[in-house]
């Protein structure tokens, strides 16, 4: 990874040699606090280390230190146009500001913000979508292109940077994968703030998280990329099981499961799928470095999994528990979630 400045977020601190931190973000009205707070925790329990919310209006902003009574990770105010719901959000104690200074309005806004944050050293992610690139730059590129999208962020850098404050996170984000490869590449070049990678407007649970794995683990094997959010049309759950299994596949994050399944065929004599999900989906709620595996049958099973820590291998109704692919004993096929699950824990 390539080493950016270090940037304190809350609790969490990204650039430096810090551990890559997984984003997410709330699809609840900021104002009821009691839905926002649920998803937060929830996204908290399977491994989102910061967590943005949306500040539309007042009553958003007014909830944040109501919010963060009840909840432990370090939280982002999405603004956008108004520049006093980022003053305020500041005020009720948020960790992070999530800014395009050029939808706030006028540069004494901007400076406004800026000496906001500046009093409670809040930092400011300057955070630039493809769509909504200033209209001279458009014109000057022929379009939306990286080298449009890096002079954009340099404009809003320089501004912020004039009013002698450095304590920023920046991010560039395209809905197409080749041009938001791009920018960060440029980005990574020219700027040594810790930057937020993702791509905007991925898509659904499906398409999203192929297009979202493949933009990300290329930079990411580039050594480009603080923080992550995959951008999903789904639970935001899922943006953060994704950003996880990235993460794990290129060996840049610690203590999380590794899950193998087969993919069922004709041998599987158990009602496999259902409980391969059910153990991957405590697996998420899990720290510890531990490799689990369900597979179909007893053919090959426990041989193609010798690597993992435990697993099982079905039979008819009922499944072998290995550990190592050594068999340990049979199991009911009733039985295999929870005393999967309980050597899941115990080990």
Avoid: W
């Avoid at 004494?108 to 809040?122: G, H, I």
């Avoid at 769509?131 to 080298?147: A, F, I, R």
């Amino acid at each position: 990874m390539n080493f950016k400045k270090e940037i304190k977020i809350g609790t969490v601190t990204i650039g430096g040699n810090h551990q890559i931190a997984i984003q997410s973000m709330t699809n609840t009205k900021t104002r009821d606090i009691e839905s926002t707070v649920r998803q937060i925790n929830e996204l908290a329990k399977i491994g989102a280390d910061i967590v943005r919310m949306t500040i539309s209006n007042i009553d958003d902003a007014l909830a944040i230190s109501k919010i963060k009574e009840r909840t432990s990770i370090p939280l982002v105010a999405d603004i956008h146009f108004d520049y006093r719901l980022a003053i305020e959000a500041v005020n009720q104690g948020i960790d992070k500001i999530r800014i395009n200074p050029g939808n706030i309005g006028s540069h004494e806004n901007v400076k406004a913000v800026v000496e906001a944050c500046k009093k409670r050293n809040v930092p400011i992610r300057i955070g630039i979508n493809s769509g909504s690139l200033e209209k001279d730059l458009y014109q000057k590129y022929g379009g939306v292109t990286p080298e449009a999208l890096l002079e954009s962020m340099k404009r809003h850098v320089e501004l912020i940077e004039s009013y002698d404050y450095h304590n920023l996170v920046l991010s560039i984000k395209a809905t197409d994968i080749n041009t938001t490869i791009k920018t960060n590449q440029l980005l990574n070049q020219y700027f040594d703030y810790p930057i937020h990678i993702g791509l905007t407007e991925a898509g659904t649970i499906n398409s999203g998280i192929v297009r979202s794995s493949y933009t990300l683990g290329t930079l990411l094997n580039d050594g480009i990329g603080n923080t992550i959010r995959v951008s999903l049309t789904d639970d935001p759950i899922y943006e953060v099981r994704a950003a996880k299994e990235i993460l794990k596949n290129l060996n840049l994050i610690d203590h999380t499961p590794i899950f193998t399944s087969c993919p069922t065929c004709g041998r599987t004599q158990y009602n496999m799928i259902p409980i391969a999900k059910e153990i991957e989906n405590y697996l998420y709620t899990v720290k510890k470095d531990i490799h689990v595996a369900v597979m179909g049958c007893v053919v090959n099973g426990p041989g193609e999994a010798r690597e993992a820590d435990l697993g099982v291998a079905g039979g008819i109704g009922e499944a072998l528990l290995f550990k190592k692919g050594e068999i340990i004993r049979k199991i009911k096929e009733k039985d295999i979630v929870k005393e999967l699950i309980k050597e899941i824990d115990a080990f």
